[in-house]
């Protein structure tokens, strides 16, 4: 019997705390490296807790800045709002749903803010939110905070429209063995951020990158002149990577099976046929079942004793989660921050945090 090294690179998570990084994660670990960039060392921290390397999330939190002044200033603040107002607002979800990247919003405004900021967490990523919760709310500068509100909603709408979409799939497939898993179907440079969005929403991460596992599908199959010799080659040249070979046909992976693949994706099988292989291959690989998948038949392909669904619609077509940005009222803003900073005395869980 060939082993079957547990493939899921990075581990599920219900929460940005707790959720360490994976074999295939590019933040190196909680290290002074990690940590070398121009984000307050506090939050840079918690990035890196999450799994996400701090350097990446100001670069993101730059280019998606940057590219809505594009070279000016915000005309529409600056001429509305004085130079020396403060105000508090408060980031609320406007729908139920899963949130995520609540640190990475966090770091766009810390780019944004020209003064030092207060922010007070109401929840964390991978929580459930519903309709009105407050999940976020900050405290500076009034023109800066209008500033960095579109930046920083559109990356944590679409972050949380991720794990909102992967609670569901997690939610579909409770009490089987399975998980649903992502792909590299990601948009250009949030690759990082999406995926991380996947384990809050309980769903696992198949390959970051290329370099990190094999996948071997059709069109290389067709290169090498079949299957079997497709995974030789790829298994004498990287002998100590992973490696996953995409089948159509219970030939196809019984073919595999005795090559010794390490993981075997099912393409397009129906879940009769997904039994059938289930039950042939004897526990020798592990199994994944792609194309025809949807939350409706999703515990029917679980049920039938595979190990992971792969979901590419989990980050290229999720809805984001409707998320807003209010600024209160002065004197309720007042009352509340005061409020607040009693409560943070009390607790260092979730009380302010000077940025």
């Not at 899921?8 to 959720?19: F, I, N, R």
């Not at 999330?57 to 020396?84: F, K, M, N, Q, R």
């Not at 590299?184 to 290329?210: F, I, W």
């Not at 989990?314 to 309720?332: K, M, N």
Request: glycine share 10%; with cysteine.
């Amino acid at each position: 019997m060939s082993s079957t090294p547990d493939l899921s690179l990075v581990p599920t998570g219900d929460t940005a705390e707790g959720s360490g990084c994976g074999d295939a994660c590019a933040c190196g670990g909680h290290d002074d490296e990690a940590l070398e960039c121009g984000l307050d060392p506090a939050l840079a921290g918690l990035l890196a807790d999450a799994g996400l390397d701090p350097v990446q999330v100001e670069d993101v939190a730059h280019l998606a800045v940057a590219e809505d002044l594009d070279g000016g200033e915000d005309i529409t603040s600056v001429a509305t709002i004085p130079a020396d107002a403060f105000a508090t607002g408060d980031f609320t979800a406007r729908e139920a749903g899963t949130v995520a990247g609540l640190h990475v919003a966090e770091a766009v405004i810390s780019l944004v803010a020209t003064e030092e900021f207060e922010v007070e967490r109401h929840v964390e990523d991978g929580d459930r939110v519903t309709p009105g919760q407050k999940l976020l709310s900050v405290t500076t500068r009034t023109q800066d905070l209008l500033t960095a509100e579109r930046s920083a909603l559109n990356l944590l709408c679409r972050l949380s429209g991720i794990a909102t979409a992967t609670r569901t799939w997690a939610d579909a497939l409770d009490g089987t063995k399975a998980k649903v898993r992502d792909t590299r179907k990601t948009t250009p440079g949030l690759r990082a951020l999406e995926k991380y969005a996947v384990r809050c929403g309980g769903g696992v991460n198949h390959r970051m990158s290329l370099s990190d596992a094999a996948l071997i599908k059709d069109n290389h199959v067709i290169a090498a002149g079949g299957v079997a010799q497709a995974f030789a080659a790829v298994r004498e040249r990287f002998p100590e990577v992973p490696v996953e070979v995409e089948v159509d046909t219970l030939h196809q992976l019984r073919e595999v099976l005795d090559a010794g693949a390490d993981l075997i994706l099912l393409d397009n099988f129906t879940p009769g046929e997904t039994a059938e292989a289930v039950a042939l291959t004897e526990g020798r690989a592990i199994l994944e079942s792609s194309g025809r998948l949807s939350v409706e038949n999703a515990r029917a392909y679980a049920e039938t004793g595979v190990d992971y669904l792969a979901v590419g619609a989990l980050t290229h077509s999720s809805p984001v989660l409707d998320i807003g940005l209010d600024l209160r009222e002065p004197d309720a803003a007042a009352a509340e921050t005061d409020a607040g900073r009693d409560g943070a005395a009390r607790s260092d869980d979730q009380g302010e945090a000077a940025v």
